[in-house]
Nanobody, 126 residues
């Protein structure tokens, strides 16, 4: 079993920055692609970013490209999401997830992931 715990969410002004962390415990996630998703009220969960096991490949939703950066520290079993230039459309609960090795589908698809954290809330004040 893998436990994923997100942290770093909070209230920030539009244009500001936040850094989310996702700490894994129970088992290492160093050999897995990891992803971030978000769900805003009344909306479907959507892909934000993903990173390959060695960090060499990253994926971003168009809506966050150039503003958000995903990274990982395998020694700490932790994945990060640096969010800059936050916009009024970014508020949501942000979730990290581990991509299943059994699912050959795209890392942008939520169905590819088998373990999820409980989420951390990001709120933007205008």
């Amino acid at each position: 079993q893998v436990q994923l715990v997100e942290s770093g969410g909070g209230l920030v002004q539009a244009g500001g920055s936040l850094r989310l962390s996702c700490a894994a415990s129970g088992r290492t996630v160093s050999s897995y692609t990891m992803g971030w998703f978000r769900r805003a009220p009344g909306r479907e969960r959507e892909f934000v970013a993903a990173i390959s096991s060695n960090g060499g490949t990253t994926y971003y939703a168009d809506s966050v490209k150039g503003r958000f950066t995903i990274s990982r520290d395998n020694a700490k079993n932790t994945v990060y999401l640096q969010m800059n230039s936050l916009k009024p459309e970014d508020p949501a609960v942000y979730y990290c997830a581990r991509k299943s090795t059994l699912m050959p589908t795209s890392p942008t698809m939520s169905g590819s992931y088998d373990y999820w954290g409980q989420g951390t809330q990001v709120t933007i004040s205008s």
